[in-house]
């Protein structure tokens, strides 16, 4: 039996050693992994990378489109004794307020759309209709809602001017937007319920609860998640999304009344063909939502 | 505590499903009721009555004699312990319990003296600052029985609630909840579609089907006098052996004959059961236990008139005993055994039941597979059933 083992084993030894050297199998895949992944690194580099260090670049120069001229960071404090920037902050600030209405509305219509009242599948889609539409459609139809004499003025019987007027404008652009928010979140609120047990519901009825108490004990927890991702994204609409809205309805105006920063980008780049200083505010906006993201996933992770 | 009355209670479903029909059940204070059968039998649909979780389309539904027909869950004062416990998930073990104490005003003090109790009788005392999610199914379930307890309700409901546990801790809630519920001498309705669990922990069981009451007794009582094909075949396991058989009668003996085989019905079952001289002549469902069945080495004296040719088919060894299931020789396929009878009723609804005959013998009966072997059958103990009806004959001696 030895004697068949030992030359064995030797010529297994012999091969080993002449076997050119492997890569370990972890090796290989972390090294498959990166080769994989170079043409998406590329694209995000190429298109969002060198443009955002680009922008770093301008913001810190006077450029018109051709010629630049490096000014540093001074701009920054430049800006920052702008008046205007102010107002346009302050806009968003105001517009944040929008977003519990563009939350609260949709959840209480999709809690009644889930209880299955009559007709509820037909109020599905008209709930959802607006998300359907796009926001030029929208601005239109609430640039004439809201238009001196029209249909608004027509029910609460007044002759007001509320696109016209600065202390209105805001609010008309603000109702106008949480309107068009309620389809989606609407949605996302009913696949939250779709997905909440109904037995722990009627647990907490037996336990004793209100319609209220097991809202608030049962669904509402359970709908966490899905409200934490309807604030982002509604959120997100409220700073980067208004543009056609603002554009359609009002211009950014009256003065910088419905000016937001992403109107106030455009704005400053295209019709003052200030580039420098648009970028600046470009900076401005992403810092601003990156706050707000970072917010959002620190309230995630801390659960 | 309270006692629980249904009168003529029944639920029909908007789709006209007639989930249960006219069901009278009176349960005492204190009392520890099953309610069995096979699934859709309406057992869950009338716990949900009691709940308040679901409408009730006709007839009265009284607890501690008050109506309770209309009454909102919260207004029932009973505690319901769900299949799927039914947890909060984002509430710990402590606040699950708590829940219902707290929106009840109760104080502070008092909601932490109980929820203590119920954690030290349920052994959930390490547990009560996690949440469910970190539970076992084991432990989920105690806390399920936790939130039930600590509120000291009029009665206690409950919907299969070993139903997602392993054999062997189902086994040990099983008596851990009879423990419990002899311990607070609570009014208690089970739901199970487990005839052990059912026969192992209720006063009484009652048994269902197609949303109807077929019979409520103590658990002997069920297994000893059926009250009609259903109950016969459904509580027992192995189920009962029924067969077709005609009744005929022999210079003053009756035999029951099915095949070629022929069994006496004994003068102590003829007088226990006076109705089946009526059938003389006609046919009926007779029906014995596994347990009523021995070996022929074992029973030298037995008459011919008690005996079986049997071929076993499959022979099972649980060491204690042997289940053998055998068929009556050549004629088994020319044989009506009753499962068919009572699948017709069903519409095939229930699970298919086996063509064979079980005995349960003892462990070194000698017994093999694919082997002829005689066995006796004890004809004190034969049930009767009208093929028809599927009505019990008289009643079987106990």
């Given at each position: ?85 102010w107002q346009v902050l302050t806009n968003n600030g105001l517009l944040l307020l929008a ?71 805001l ?67 409220a700073f ?20 937001t920063m ?26 601003m ?15 | ?398």
């Amino acid at each position: 039996m030895a004697a068949l083992v030992t030359p064995v084993a030797m010529s297994r030894s012999v091969e080993r050693s002449q076997r050119p050297r492997r890569m370990r199998l972890s090796t290989q895949r972390r090294l498959t992994g990166l080769v994989l992944s170079i043409p998406a690194l590329a694209l995000v580099v190429a298109f969002v990378v060198i443009p955002i260090v680009q922008a770093v670049y301008y913001s810190m120069t006077q450029w018109n489109g051709v010629t630049s001229t490096w000014i540093g960071p001074s701009a920054y404090t430049q800006t920052f004794h702008n008046p205007a920037f102010w107002q346009v902050l302050t806009n968003n600030g105001l517009l944040l307020l929008a977003v519990p209405f563009a939350l609260a509305i949709p959840l209480g219509i999709a809690v009644l759309l889930h209880e299955r009242v009559r007709g509820w599948k037909f109020f599905r889609s008209v709930y959802f209709l607006p998300t359907a539409i796009s926001w030029v459609v929208i601005g239109m139809v609430a640039e004439r809602f809201f238009a001196y004499d029209g249909p608004l003025d027509k029910i609460i019987g007044s002759h007001t001017d509320f696109l016209g007027s600065s202390s209105t404008a805001l609010l008309a652009l603000a109702i106008t937007f949480v309107w068009s928010m309620i389809g989606t979140n609407t949605v996302i609120f009913l696949t939250g319920l779709a997905t909440l047990d109904t037995t722990v519901q009627e647990a907490a009825f037996v336990d004793g609860a209100t319609a209220w108490q097991s809202f608030s004990n049962v669904t509402l927890p359970h709908l966490k998640r899905f409200v934490q991702l309807a604030f982002i994204m509604t959120v997100i609409s409220a700073f980067s999304a208004l543009f056609s809205l603002i554009f359609v309805m009002t211009g950014g105006g009256p003065g910088y009344s419905t000016t937001t920063m992403e109107f106030f980008v455009y704005q400053t780049g295209f019709s003052q063909s200030e580039f420098g200083t648009a970028a600046l505010y470009g900076i401005v906006l992403f810092v601003m939502m990156a706050v707000v993201g970072i917010v959002q996933l620190k309230l995630i992770r801390s659960e | 505590m309270a006692e629980i009355t249904f009168d003529r209670v029944t639920k029909v479903y908007p789709d006209g499903t007639s989930a249960v029909s006219e069901l009278s059940l009176d349960i005492a204070d204190g009392e520890f009721v099953v309610l069995v059968g096979p699934s859709g039998c309406g057992k869950t649909t009338a716990l949900r009555m009691v709940a308040g979780l679901e409408e009730i389309s006709r007839g009265e539904l009284r607890i501690g004699g008050r109506v309770a027909n209309h009454m909102l869950p919260r207004g029932r004062d009973i505690a319901m312990v769900f299949q799927n416990y039914a947890l909060y998930p984002q509430k710990s073990v402590y606040n699950n319990m708590a829940f219902a104490l707290k929106i009840r005003n109760v104080p502070k003090d008092e909601i932490d003296r109980r929820v203590r109790e119920a954690a030290r009788i349920l052994g959930l005392t390490q547990y009560l600052e996690r949440k469910p999610k970190a539970l076992s199914g084991g432990q989920r379930q105690r806390v399920a029985m936790g939130r039930a307890i600590v509120r000291e309700p009029q009665a206690f409901l409950m919907d299969e609630p070993l139903s997602n546990l392993d054999a062997k801790l189902r086994v040990d809630m099983r008596a851990e909840i009879a423990r419990i519920q002899r311990m607070l001498g609570a009014t208690t309705i089970y739901v199970t579609h487990d005839q052990v669990e059912a026969m192992t922990m209720g006063d009484r069981v009652a048994v269902m089907r197609g949303g109807i009451l077929q019979q409520v007794d103590a658990p002997e009582r069920l297994y000893e006098q059926p009250a009609n094909l259903f109950v016969a075949s459904f509580i027992g396991s192995p189920a009962m052996n029924l067969v077709e058989a005609s009744l005929e009668a022999e210079s003053g003996r009756l035999h029951c004959r099915f095949g070629d085989s022929s069994l006496a019905v004994s003068d102590i079952c003829r007088q226990a059961r006076p109705e089946i001289e009526a059938y003389a002549g006609r046919r009926v469902v007779v029906g014995f236990r596994s347990e009523d069945i021995t070996d022929a080495t074992s029973a030298p004296e037995a008459g011919a008139d008690r005996r079986l040719k049997a071929v076993i088919e499959v022979r099972e060894a649980l060491g204690s005993e042997i289940l053998a299931h055998f068929s009556l020789g050549e004629e088994r396929a020319g044989l009506a055994l009753a499962g068919d009878v009572i699948e017709e009723q069903d519409g095939g609804a229930s699970s298919p039941r086996s063509r064979r005959f079980v005995a349960r013998l003892g462990p070194r009966a000698p017994v093999r597979e694919g082997e002829r072997a005689e066995l006796v059958v004890d004809t004190d103990r034969l049930h009767f059933f009208d093929p028809e009806s599927g009505l019990a004959l008289g009643r079987s001696r106990t």
